[in-house]
């Protein structure tokens, strides 16, 4: 039986997919997105590092919806070339992707996707504050101090923002993992940071939940 995903996805060339997906992301981010032309897939990442995001590989569903962010998946189309697509909200039996039709969202079913998928998805986030890639127990400094600000803002921590990552920041952290679905190690790491940043009303982040509120074209 025909998967009419397939038909949708042969619309486009392969690089034209992944031109439409990549300006939706950085209309998302609300980047500009002329000019961005049909890249590879290399070359969109490398174009998403060079407006200041950062990518997160992804290996499920369920964790793109716990980071709450745009994530790029790999689809292999009807013609075998694989193309990229954004994915734009998911709940517990839809996917809303854009990048598949110009100036469409279309929704289909996960079970559809994953049957499509050809790889890991990548979740694009930007790390405003420009934290490390890991502050854990033992460090000390602005970023520190910028995680038990947050913390604490957040109820999590209690104690004084001094900037050393002593037991009660640790224990604050994982706290805070628990309290988001992450795993509880005690360290800040880019999950942590993202869903630092999405906890917080000072960072805009275009969210799965309120993605997709255009008109869907279902499958």
């Excluded at 980047?31 to 995001?53: D, K, V």
């Excluded at 929704?107 to 890639?133: C, D, F, I, K, Q």
């Amino acid at each position: 039986m025909d998967d009419p995903l397939d038909n949708l996805l042969s619309l486009a060339e392969a690089r034209e997919s992944n031109g439409l997906a990549l300006a939706a992301l950085l209309d998302a981010w609300r980047m500009p997105s002329e000019e961005t032309g049909n890249p590879s897939f290399a070359q969109l990442l490398a174009i998403l590092e060079e407006r200041g995001l950062a990518v997160l590989r992804s290996d499920s569903l369920d964790q793109i919806e716990r980071l709450d962010l745009p994530a790029l998946v790999q689809v292999r189309g009807g013609d075998g070339e694989p193309r990229v697509v954004l994915i734009r909200h998911v709940s517990d039996s839809d996917v809303l992707l854009e990048g598949v039709i110009p100036g469409q969202v279309v929704r289909t079913s996960r079970e559809t996707l994953e049957g499509r998928r050809t790889g890991a998805a990548y979740v694009a986030w930007r790390n405003y504050e420009g934290l490390p890639p890991l502050v854990r127990a033992g460090q000390s400094g602005d970023a520190v101090s910028f995680v038990q600000r947050c913390l604490a803002q957040l109820g999590y921590y209690a104690g004084d923002v001094h900037g050393s990552f002593d037991d009660a920041t640790e224990r604050a952290v994982v706290a805070f993992q628990r309290g988001v679905g992450l795993i509880p190690d005690g360290a800040v790491g880019p999950l942590t940071q993202v869903r630092l940043y999405h906890a917080l009303p000072d960072y805009r982040m275009p969210l799965l939940a309120l993605g997709g509120s255009a008109q869907a074209s279902a499958l």
